[in-house]
């Protein structure tokens, strides 16, 4: 299942996106957590091998091949964030297992999220209101989205936060 929302109207290269996660399968390649594709295409999702990725740069390879090496076990919560700035993208993958992240140093243009957006899944171009076949098998949890670059520790915080622990 999916959630389709208006558009964001963002038009920014500094920006954050959060969620919790709870895979209950492995994903599919490309399967989306928050995605639009209007006139740019942009969104936080998976990217191939099942590992957490993301798509930029007006849908650009640089980004949505980056290889996070971030792969959510299945079954498991996990807190999700992805931080864009003008320099690169961080990737935060965040458990009782552990806290990783992975970053990928490459010039971020500013993306216009004037597209539907949708929540647990990729969205198809044209305003047609369904779904690509990415959809998030699982439940996502909390998916908030700033309008800036969370710091890292921010991130942590937003962690601690959620487990209870601040």
């Known amino acids: 299942a999916y959630l389709m929302a ?38 936080f999702g998976y990217g191939n091998n099942n590992m957490l990725g993301y798509t930029w740069n007006s849908n650009n390879a640089a980004t949505y091949n980056f290889v996070s090496s971030l792969v959510p076990r299945t079954n498991e919560w996990y807190f999700v964030p992805l931080t864009i700035s003008p320099s690169n993208a961080i990737i935060y993958c965040y458990n009782t297992a552990g806290q990783l992240s992975a970053t990928n140093s490459i010039t971020h243009s500013n993306q216009f999220w004037g597209g539907a957006t949708f929540i647990g899944a990729d969205a198809p171009g044209g305003g047609v209101a369904t779904p690509l076949g990415r959809g998030f098998v699982g439940s996502i949890d909390e998916m908030a989205v700033f309008n800036r670059t969370l710091s890292p520790a921010e991130i942590a915080g937003f962690y601690k936060k959620g487990l209870g622990l601040e």
């Open 6 to 43: 208006p558009p964001l109207l963002l038009s920014t290269n500094t920006a954050t996106f959060t969620a919790w996660i709870y895979p209950a399968a492995a994903q599919g390649g490309f399967t989306g957590l928050l995605f639009t594709r209007g006139v740019d295409v942009a969104g």
